[in-house]
């Protein structure tokens, strides 16, 4: 064996080597986790497919990672107020934004109105017939059967279905027949799958799902303004969460928003 070669042997077993080993191997850690540190997003569940898209696209374009976690809103917000690792929360509509904003676990500067949304009446399949909703008889046209909605005095959802089917007469009769589900996607799932015949859903859920069709779209009238306030959560990855807010709010993002039915509030 050569000397040269010896000495340098001799050296992997020394203790500054192993030292200086250690400290490059936590310095790498440590990189790495920056390379790979992003955000982890909340928001509503009928966000999903334009959101989905988007996120892909930020990732795509900048390497930053976005992690989405779907629900229905007040789910989330409760999750936010147990201390769930949210960094951005996006909300199907601005009440359980107020609870968090009330309770210091937002960035009140942050906040805005990212999106807005419309509620159609669905029914299983492609081709199912239209109706007016001033003069159709729901609850006769259910029968036996259940109308589909998320849970109408918690999700967002729910609640505006509940108001319009209130404003236009209609709730009385229905509300026996409603089947309520934890967020909207699921009760566009029940429709998907024909359990339920017709239900009450965002007009980007409909757009979302090829076994349904639309057969009627509620007044907007009849229900408050459907608006998806966004905001950085108080004790979150801020710099990167508005990052990634500013970037919804880009022309390409409101481009992937638009395609999949959404409109965006004015100013």
Known sequence: MSAN???????????????????????????????????TVFAAASAKTALDQAAASYQAGTGRNVTLSYAGS????????????????????????????HEGLIDEASRRDLLANSLVLIAHGRKAPRLDLETADLAGLLGERRLAMALVDAVPAGIYGKAALTALGQWPDVAPKVAQTANVRAALALVASGEAPIGVVYATDARAEARVSVIAVFPADSHPPILYPAAVVADGNITEAKAFLDYLQSQSAREIFLQHGFRVPGP
């Open 74 to 101: 007040p789910a989330l917000a409760r999750q936010i107020q147990l201390g769930a690792p949210a960094d951005l929360f996006i909300s199907a509509n601005p009440g359980w934004m107020d609870v968090l904003q």
């Open 5 to 39: 070669l010896a000495l340098f042997l001799n050296s992997l077993a020394s203790p500054v080597f192993r030292r200086t080993l250690a400290a490059a191997g936590v310095l790498i850690f440590i990189l790495a986790g920056q390379l790979q540190a992003g955000i």
